[in-house]
């Protein structure tokens, strides 16, 4: 059973910053890749960011580029997100997936966290 605990969600106001993490365990972290997702309502689950277990090859969504930094820490077995510039429109429920290619594609990855949700307010 592969668990994936987030958090660091929340309320913040545009252009502000939040930083979400992605726990697992040690034998879990440096077997897979990892992403970043989320959806808002009525919408579909979009790519945000992923990166390797080790850190490298980071990839992200063109809507993030430049404002979001995702980074991983193997000695913590966690990945993180650091969104800054935030926008109304990165309104949505985060998620945190673990899949073994790197890739934008949401079916490619097989487990995912529970969810957090970051609201931006105008």
Do not use: H
């Not at 059973?1 to 993490?21: I, P």
């Not at 077997?31 to 990166?51: H, T």
Request: hydrophobic share 35%; net charge positive.
């Amino acid at each position: 059973q592969v668990q994936l605990v987030e958090s660091g969600g929340g309320l913040v106001q545009a252009g502000g910053s939040l930083r979400l993490s992605c726990a697992a365990s040690e034998r879990t972290f440096r077997r897979y890749v990892w992403g970043w997702f989320r959806q808002a309502p009525g919408k579909e689950r979009d790519f945000v960011a992923a990166i390797r277990w080790s850190g490298s090859s980071p990839l992200y969504a063109d809507s993030v580029k430049g404002r979001f930094t995702i980074a991983a820490d193997n000695a913590k077995n966690t990945v993180y997100l650091q969104m800054s510039g935030l926008k109304p429109e990165d309104t949505a429920v985060y998620y945190c997936a673990a899949g073994e290619r790197l890739t934008s594609t949401a079916r490619a990855y097989d487990y995912w966290g529970q969810g957090t949700q970051v609201t931006v307010s105008s």
